[in-house]
């Protein structure tokens, strides 16, 4: 098992441009987080969906975010435009069905630069 | 809001010494809590959770709703235990809420 997949691991782009990071969790897990983490902030949840739904999207900074879930097996997180502060590491987590306590599993994240 | 709080960025000990991870938390509710690690060039895991009143490579966590907190202790630390920490709490279904984590650096 391959886990979280993230792709790519590192973007550098200049600010204006649209990103698009993408994740593709883990085959039977039903939740899927996407975070951002920064060295002043730490990690911060930006958006979670469960069987595909957005759930709770109240950590999206800005309407420059979105984020979709067009399948199982596939998310996407997209910024435009882009600014400097959006600079972080990105991570997409996923985890199975069933009771509340399961742990989350973690994709290595995509190191974003915007310049 | 619930909130969780590590004080500390950095914590540097020596090798043998012993380490806690400071870990406050708010929540009205019965909390759930969990310790992850990521280690140089790893993936973000779970350590321990506190339900399951585990004790991962020598890693203890105990829950102390007086003090709302949730420490992580180690008695004799390790070189191969210098990782970044990270203290979570369910806010609700799946959902965690994270602190800013705690870089752990034990010298030799």
């Known amino acids: 098992d391959a886990g979280v997949i993230q792709s790519p691991r590192h973007e550098v782009t200049e600010m204006g441009q649209e990103v698009t990071l993408r994740c593709k969790p883990i085959?039977?897990?039903?939740?899927l987080f996407w975070y951002r983490q920064t060295m002043m902030r730490g990690l911060e949840l930006l958006i979670y969906?469960?069987?595909?739904?957005?759930?709770?999207d109240s950590g999206m900074p800005e309407d420059r975010f979105s984020a979709k879930m067009p399948n199982a097996s596939f998310s996407t997180l997209k910024i435009q435009p882009s600014e400097p502060r959006d600079s972080a590491v990105y991570f997409c987590?996923?985890?199975?069905?069933?009771?509340?306590?399961?742990?989350?599993?973690f994709g290595d994240g995509t190191r974003l630069s915007i310049l | 809001a619930q909130r969780v709080t590590q004080p500390e960025k950095l914590l540097s000990v020596f090798k043998g010494a012993p380490v806690e991870l400071k870990c406050n938390y708010s929540?009205?509710?019965?909390?759930?809590l969990f310790w992850y690690v990521q280690y140089s060039r790893q993936r973000l895991q779970l350590l321990l959770r506190?339900?399951s009143r585990e004790s991962i490579k020598g890693f203890t966590a105990d829950l102390n709703k007086g003090e709302t907190s949730f420490h992580l202790k180690k008695p004799f630390a390790q070189e191969e235990d210098s990782a970044m920490y990270y203290c979570?709490?369910?806010?609700?279904?799946?959902?965690?809420?994270f602190g800013a984590g705690t870089i752990l650096r034990v010298k030799s």
């Open positions: 085959s039977g897990h039903n939740s």
């Open positions: 506190h339900i």
């Open positions: 979570a709490l369910r806010e609700y279904g799946n959902k965690l809420v």
């Open positions: 929540y009205s509710g019965s909390p759930e």
């Open positions: 969906f469960n069987n595909n739904v957005p759930i709770d």
């Open positions: 987590a996923s985890s199975p069905p069933g009771q509340s306590n399961q742990p989350q599993h």
